[in-house]
């Protein structure tokens, strides 16, 4: 599909960076513990696709089946993106090579991202997850604590460091 080697390009010429270290705190941290816990269920076939957006690829992206590209769905609905912020991610599934699907069942994604105040936009944009920005970060810290019998010793030292920042944020 056009659209999809359109995407397959931009990633060439490195303009969608998906880096979760990019992310405002806390949201990256509430980002990272979601990731463990989608990992945790065994999903480990779930990437981020994106996380911050420059305005000029939003500007690209908004023009999608309104001034370009007309026989494709739009994008995105806004110009006010909470990629523009840094407090969004577009988490995709990878087949095993390396393809991405996005039309694959995000339904366990938009429960667990619930636990770490973190939005969705489904059905509008599946894929899209974005900041709360009135998250209780006690109910955070409680959630990613309970995560972290199920893990392993590499996991348990990220939630540990993800705990020590969020709690000096509160
Ligand atoms: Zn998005």
Request: glycine share 0%; hydrophobic share 40%; aromatic share 12%.
């Amino acid at each position: 599909m056009v659209f999809d080697l359109l995407l397959k390009l931009l990633t060439i010429l490195n303009m969608i960076n998906n880096s979760i270290e990019s992310l405002k705190s806390p949201f990256k941290e509430k980002v990272k513990a979601f990731l463990i816990h989608v990992k945790v269920l065994n999903l480990t076939n779930v990437k981020p696709f994106e996380t911050l957006r420059s305005i000029d690829r939003q500007k690209d992206l908004y023009a999608i089946w309104r001034t370009t590209q007309l026989w494709h769905k739009p994008v995105t609905w806004t110009m006010e993106s909470f990629h523009l912020q840094w407090l969004a991610v577009d988490l995709c599934f990878y087949d095993s090579n390396n393809q991405p699907h996005w039309e694959w069942d995000y339904k366990t994604l938009i429960e667990i991202c619930k636990l770490y105040w973190i939005r969705s936009l489904s059905p509008t944009e599946t894929c899209h997850f974005e900041d709360n920005p009135f998250t209780p970060l006690q109910t955070v810290i409680t959630n990613v604590s309970s995560l972290w019998s199920k893990c392993n010793i590499t996991d348990k030292l990220s939630l540990h460091d993800i705990n020590d920042k969020l709690r000096k944020m509160k």
